[in-house]
């Protein structure tokens, strides 16, 4: 079942894809996770406009594109609290609101950095696709009679790449495999939780 939040995550997941795209797959394996917090940070009026923008080509009236914007706060204010972002300034709310339905930021244009937690889990989500391209294109190349390479079947191919294709350590794959043994071991139980990115 799709969240409530579906369209803010979608904008949102569409900015870190593109992040990972322009980075690449080895910096995404490789850089420590305060240069990756640096890369995947984003702003809040980026995606102010993102949402509003989005909004008015569905043809929302004021009243529904306001109520998305009211949303997306009510997300960075949800990831804040479970630990998947850090929002600059962190976010309060008044006396009033007792349900906490209208976050506060204490700057009007916060910084939104991810945590560590998080950019496993887009680790894990990059090293999918890797697996997915790699055994995509293996196929590819054995339909053709040009390769007789092994598909990736498990975690021990997947080591056994990394090693001799990408040119990575050893000891650096073998973080990278328990990462990725422990985040995809996680993914079914995380996907419908609220602390859990939506991950597609």
Same mark, same amino acid.
């Given at each position: 079942?799709?969240?409530?939040?579906?369209?803010?995550?979608?904008?949102?997941? *569409?900015?870190?894809?593109? &992040?990972? $795209?322009?980075?690449?797959?080895?910096? =995404?394996?490789?850089? %420590?996770?305060?240069? @990756?917090?640096?890369?995947?940070?984003?702003?809040?009026?980026?995606?102010?406009?993102?949402?509003?923008?989005?909004?008015?080509?569905?043809?929302?009236?004021?009243? *529904?594109?306001?109520?998305? &914007?009211? $949303?997306?706060?009510?997300?960075?204010? =949800?990831?804040?609290? %479970?630990?998947?972002? @850090?929002?600059?300034?962190?976010?309060?709310?008044?006396?009033?609101?007792?349900?906490?339905?209208?976050?506060?930021?204490?700057?009007?244009?916060?910084?939104?950095?991810?945590?560590?937690?998080?950019?496993?889990?887009?680790?894990?989500?990059?090293?999918?696709?890797?697996?997915?391209?790699?055994?995509?294109?293996?196929?590819?190349?054995?339909?053709?009679?040009?390769?007789?390479?092994?598909?990736?079947?498990?975690?021990?191919?997947?080591?056994?790449?990394?090693?001799?294709?990408?040119?990575?350590?050893?000891?650096?794959?073998?973080?990278?495999?328990?990462?990725?043994?422990?985040?995809?071991?996680?993914?079914?139980?995380?996907?419908?939780?609220?602390?859990?990115?939506?991950?597609?």
């Amino acid at each position: 079942m799709r969240s409530v939040y579906n369209e803010e995550m979608d904008i949102i997941w *569409e900015n870190y894809e593109q &992040i990972i $795209k322009k980075i690449g797959f080895r910096s =995404m394996m490789l850089a %420590s996770y305060p240069t @990756l917090q640096k890369l995947f940070e984003l702003d809040y009026r980026d995606l102010f406009y993102q949402v509003k923008n989005n909004s008015k080509a569905q043809g929302k009236s004021k009243q *529904e594109i306001s109520y998305s &914007i009211l $949303k997306l706060r009510r997300l960075m204010a =949800m990831w804040q609290k %479970s630990n998947v972002w @850090l929002v600059e300034g962190g976010v309060s709310y008044k006396p009033t609101d007792r349900y906490e339905e209208f976050p506060l930021f204490q700057c009007q244009t916060p910084l939104i950095v991810p945590t560590e937690k998080t950019l496993k889990r887009l680790q894990a989500k990059c090293l999918h696709q890797y697996i997915e391209n790699y055994n995509a294109n293996v196929a590819q190349n054995i339909a053709s009679g040009r390769s007789k390479v092994h598909y990736i079947r498990n975690l021990r191919d997947l080591r056994n790449v990394l090693i001799a294709h990408e040119r990575i350590s050893e000891v650096i794959v073998n973080d990278i495999i328990k990462l990725y043994g422990s985040v995809e071991a996680k993914k079914e139980v995380n996907d419908y939780s609220n602390e859990s990115i939506d991950i597609k």
